[in-house]
């Protein structure tokens, strides 16, 4: 007999107003976000018996209550439903799934500008040129930008006086240009090589190149090279050549350019499965400079118009500026109250248009956008069948290697990481089928070694907290199939005398065959009592999914390890005194600059910041 169905929708419940609904499931589990114009009537189209998606009708079964937000209009339902799914990641909404890997070129807002790549957009009145996911060409771009304009990317302090560009701090340090003056990097600011004019003549030309404008970069390098072939600099010519050839492909496509000479982003969709691509080609001043994709994860049943209107939300607050117009290939629900949501997410001060074009040219450039999107998808498809076919190959072929009964579904890897003896820790990562799963990694911090440099001991003990840990009823649940070791023999041996200590192995768990290390330096696969090492072929789906686990292992272990060493480094004497936090220890340190001031500093001057308790605290620590 099957469990009735607690929840009970009732339309009474939920209001006429605009705003947004939130869906729950099972365990208080957000489902679902939404946004309407008039709640109850959205809300109440998913209960209806006609016209529900599989999706729809998935979601409604899992629905056990529903939440409200009332907002005052449709355009504050955009933002409150935007920052709820960035938020939650509900797993029926159409999610951006390289939202947190934007990368920025950054000319920041100091009186001597500097350059540099961040991935955080901060509104401090920096110029920012992207956002991009493909890291390898955004430095390309910086290295290319250095060399062209000879903009600092040190994070000296400067000022400009009446007598030019000073150094605030330790100015004594910067007496001589640093070596990036020497190769051409940088035109050294700092010890007034340049002036401050001609130097933010520069900044003020690589910001209008990187919106687009490259005419004034042709014609500068082009009067450059002219000049050393003048002077017969040959050699130097030919590499100003060069650079003058770089900008050229990236920029001359103009089969799609526009001449009134406005900013545009043109956006195609191409869908498989449940993922959608979205190809962005990125217009500025009328001609195509950028092109970037986008993948998100959408049902099959979703709308084409929902998933490009969530595209617009969660990407285009991330954007350095909006341009003037997006043409899309769909049209969503609402495009102005939408375009409105974005301005104000965004906090733009341009307005942004919002077109699904029919006819005429600018729809043959969306047709191009979506020929592009339509080649990402189907790359990204190859790569992952590819990727699964890896996968369900070296699983069966790790098990005939190994001698195990079956494939090992789960598979842990461990390994150790410190600085010469000092914060020794310890990593365990977990492959599933054959596929890392980050929600099983666990970190250790290892206890019994007191500074001492052992990395067998070091394994023997978390491998010993791991064995432990079997009768936990997580823990048994998620018993590993194999273990891999990153080492040789002598970090396997240490690791049997933990199993020589233990005896409730869960059934079916054999550690002479189901502990393995694998050693860097050849790639030999040691075996318990096993004295001649495995050793596979390189090109073998088996060993490379062994080097998968055993190169996570190494990086999560040496994570945990370099926070401790920078927490130890910034640790300072009022740490630990009772009472002070970050904030108050900030304050005390801005004021009077060290802890030795601090010590030495009267009642008074501690009481400007503190309170009576935090300074009796303070003296008897200090």
Not at 152 to 177: A, F, Q, Y
Not at 180 to 193: M, R
Not at 253 to 268: C, I, N, S
Not at 399 to 406: F, Q, T
Request: positive net charge; proline residues 4%; glycine residues 6%.
């Amino acid at each position: 007999m099957s469990e009735e169905k607690s929840f009970i929708y009732n339309a009474r419940r939920i209001p006429t107003n605009p705003g947004v609904y939130l869906m729950y499931g099972a365990e208080d589990k957000l489902l679902y976000v939404g946004k309407a114009k008039q709640l109850r009537k959205r809300v109440s189209s998913y209960f209806r018996k006609t016209n529900k998606s599989p999706k729809t009708q998935l979601l409604v079964s899992r629905i056990e209550r529903i939440e409200t937000r009332i907002v005052g209009s449709e355009i504050e339902a955009l933002v409150l439903e935007n920052n709820l799914i960035k938020r939650h990641k509900p797993r029926f909404n159409v999610l951006l799934r390289d939202d947190k890997t934007y990368l920025y070129l950054r000319i920041t807002a100091e009186p001597i500008p500097r350059m540099m790549i961040t991935r955080r957009l901060v509104r401090d009145g920096s110029f920012y040129a992207g956002p991009k996911t493909n890291s390898r060409a955004f430095r390309k771009l910086m290295a290319f930008c250095q060399k062209l304009f000879q903009v600092r990317t040190c994070r000296l302090s400067m000022e400009i006086k009446d007598d030019g560009i000073i150094v605030t701090k330790n100015p004594e340090n910067r007496k001589l240009p640093c070596l990036d003056y020497h190769i051409g990097k940088c035109n050294a600011p700092c010890t007034n090589v340049t002036s401050a004019d001609d130097y933010l003549a520069q900044i003020s030309a690589l910001k209008r190149f990187l919106r687009g404008d490259i005419r004034e970069v042709k014609q500068l390098l082009t009067t450059r090279m002219e000049r050393f072939v003048a002077d017969k600099k040959f050699e130097a010519a030919a590499k100003v050549r060069d650079m003058l050839l770089s900008v050229e492909p990236s920029t001359e496509r103009q089969h799609v350019e526009f001449t009134d000479g406005r900013d545009r982003d043109v956006l195609g969709l191409w869908r498989i499965g449940k993922s959608a691509h979205i190809v962005r080609l990125v217009l500025r001043g009328g001609k195509l400079i950028d092109q970037t994709s986008h993948t998100l994860r959408a049902h099959g049943d979703t709308l084409d118009s929902e998933v490009i209107e969530q595209f617009l939300l969660q990407f285009y607050p991330s954007v350095d500026q909006l341009p003037h117009e997006v043409l899309l290939p769909t049209a969503p629900e609402c495009a102005e109250a939408l375009a409105e949501g974005i301005e104000e997410l965004q906090g733009a001060e341009r307005k942004l248009v919002i077109l699904t074009p029919q006819r005429g040219k600018k729809k043959r450039v969306i047709e191009m956008a979506e020929k592009n999107a339509r080649h990402a998808a189907e790359k990204a498809e190859i790569e992952e069948m590819s990727k699964r076919e890896t996968f369900a190959k070296a699983l069966p072929e790790l098990a005939e290697a190994l001698g195990l009964s079956a494939p090992p579904k789960r598979i842990e890897g461990y390994d150790i990481s410190h600085l010469q003896g000092t914060h020794t820790t310890a990593s365990m990562v977990v492959f599933t089928n054959g596929e890392s799963d980050s929600g099983q990694y666990r970190r250790f911090k290892v206890k019994t070694l007191d500074g001492k440099i052992d990395d067998f001991a070091a394994m023997k003990e978390v491998l010993g907290r791991r064995f432990a840990k079997a009768d936990d009823e997580w823990f048994a649940a998620q018993f590993p199939d194999l273990i891999v070791i990153d080492g040789g023999k002598g970090q396997l041996s240490s690791v049997m005398k933990a199993v020589a200590d233990f005896d409730g192995f869960p059934d079916g768990f054999d550690p002479m065959t189901q502990i393995i290390s694998l050693a860097k330096r050849e790639e030999e696969i040691f075996r318990p009592e096993v004295k001649t090492p495995l050793i596979l072929g390189h090109e073998t789906a088996a060993l490379k999914l062994l080097q998968r686990v055993r190169d996570e292992s190494h990086r999560f272990a040496l994570g945990l390890n370099r926070k401790l060493r920078v927490k130890a480094q910034t640790h300072s004497a009022l740490d630990d005194v009772p009472g002070i936090g970050p904030k108050t220890k900030k304050a005390l340190m801005q004021k009077l600059g060290s802890v030795s001031a601090v010590r030495n500093a009267t009642n008074e001057e501690l009481l400007e910041i503190l309170n009576e308790k935090q300074l009796k605290a303070l003296r008897q620590q200090l």
